[in-house]
């Protein structure tokens, strides 16, 4: 078992920044890789980054290439996701998810990950 737990959302004005952070708790938090999923209001969840189980290798969706960043601190049990130069259409519930079973590949898929978070809720204003 893996808990999530994600923070760090509020309202933020087009163009500004915000940093979610998702700790983790239960299996050893080294072992997963790690994705972020977003979904807008009326609209399904979509992939936005994920990582692997080292940091070393990092995915993105297209829409937020040279914007977000995922990054993980292992020793802290928490992975962040660092939102720049956000957009009113990126308002939305942000969720974390783990996938227990891969090593060294990240999937873009919601169907990869074993455990989600409860969602944190960004809200872009324009």
């Known amino acids: 078992q893996v808990q999530l737990v994600e923070s760090g959302g509020g309202l933020v004005q087009a163009g500004g920044s915000l940093r979610l952070s998702c700790a983790a708790s239960?299996?050893?938090?080294?072992?997963?890789?790690l994705g972020w999923f977003r979904q807008a209001p009326g609209k399904d969840r979509e992939f936005v980054a994920a990582?692997?189980?080292?940091?070393?290798?990092?995915r993105y969706a297209d829409s937020v290439k040279g914007r977000f960043t995922i990054s993980r601190d292992n020793a802290k049990n928490t992975v962040y996701l660092q939102m720049n130069n956000l957009k009113p259409e990126e308002t939305g519930g942000y969720y974390c998810?783990?996938?227990?079973?891969?090593?060294?590949?990240?999937?873009?898929?919601?169907?990869?990950?074993?455990?989600w978070g409860q969602g944190t809720k960004d809200t872009v204003s324009s």
């Open positions: 998810a783990a996938d227990v079973k891969r090593a060294f590949t990240v999937i873009p898929t919601q169907s990869a990950y074993d455990y």
């Open positions: 239960g299996r050893t938090f080294s072992n997963c890789g």
């Open positions: 990582i692997t189980r080292s940091g070393l290798s990092t």
